[in-house]
């Protein structure tokens, strides 16, 4: 059976951190911390008046904001943009971007993964990047209400105007909201035809206290933890003590989620409602 011996877990506020000239740069994932193959994950620390300046060359790319600077700005494709908490840039191949903090430090999450086979794009067209936050960003919200999320990128997700979020499978990634005694399923993702070796799946703590179970053991989560799951190790959080924040992390998005307790709710999501009373639609994830 797995155990939590099976998953990685970092805890970003102890890794080393590397001088960098933006600020400070900390590998929070990658291949020789978690044996991923396909994503790599940074905490970084733009100093005040400092800039960070992502280039997405074969890869994919995408920036978070987790904290909000005093004055920070986001520059993309010819736009600036606030940068604040829920706000950031994916990037495709060859597309660039501009993360200046001043008044104080800005803490980014910064994602790569390589360019996906085409089989994994599909009809996709696998491109141009774009810029988010929490107002062009929808919510989401479970059957119970007991978890709400936000996909900075998912492709099936769409805007109400009826075209994708994101257009490519590169990467799957969005923030989570557990109220209090909010639990995922217990589950295990799975690899597809299109990508057989499943994809690198990480979650990573920001506010609040979790837990993390794999089989009959557990760990509690401090926030600022990152835990990854190689593909096919069963798992289940939950907020401790009070509601959790965290992020989620596939690459490439092609997996199969597999259900594996008897949860009333499974796994279905509504975007919540654009009007105020307006009858819930449901996220169709195929
Ligand atoms: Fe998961």
Request: charged share 25%; aromatic share 8%.
């Amino acid at each position: 059976m797995a155990t939590i011996d099976d998953v990685s877990i970092v805890d970003s506020n102890a890794v080393e951190a590397r001088t960098v000239e933006s600020g400070l740069e900390r590998t929070i994932c990658g291949q020789s911390l978690c044996g991923s193959n396909t994503l790599t994950v940074y905490r970084r620390t733009v100093l005040e008046g400092r800039r960070f300046e992502p280039r997405a060359n074969g890869d994919y790319h995408l920036v978070y904001v987790m904290t909000t600077p005093k004055d920070g700005v986001i520059g993309f494709d010819g736009e600036s943009h606030a940068a604040e908490e829920g706000a950031g840039v994916l990037l495709a191949p060859g597309e660039s971007a501009r993360f200046e903090a001043s008044g104080s430090d800005m803490e980014l999450l910064h994602m790569v993964t390589p360019r996906p086979p085409a089989a994994v794009e599909g009809e996709l067209t696998g491109g141009p990047g774009y810029f988010f936050n929490r107002r062009t960003l929808r919510a989401l919200s479970d059957a119970s209400g007991g978890r709400v999320r936000r996909f900075c990128a998912e492709s099936t997700v769409r805007l109400p105007d009826g075209s994708r979020l994101t257009p490519t499978n590169a990467i799957q990634a969005g923030e989570m909201h557990y109220r209090e005694g909010g639990s995922s399923p217990y589950h295990a993702h799975v690899g597809t035809d299109a990508n057989p070796d499943g994809a690198d799946h990480c979650y990573m703590t920001f506010k609040g206290r979790g837990a993390v179970e794999v089989g009959d053991t557990s760990q509690e989560l401090e926030p600022g933890t990152l835990v990854y799951f190689p593909p096919g190790v069963p798992h289940r959080l939950r907020a401790l003590g009070g509601p959790l924040d965290y992020f989620e992390i596939q690459a490439w998005r092609s997996f199969k989620t597999n259900v594996l307790s008897e949860e009333p709710l499974g796994l279905k999501w509504y975007y919540e409602p654009e009007t105020p009373g307006a009858a819930p639609v449901e996220w169709d994830q195929s």
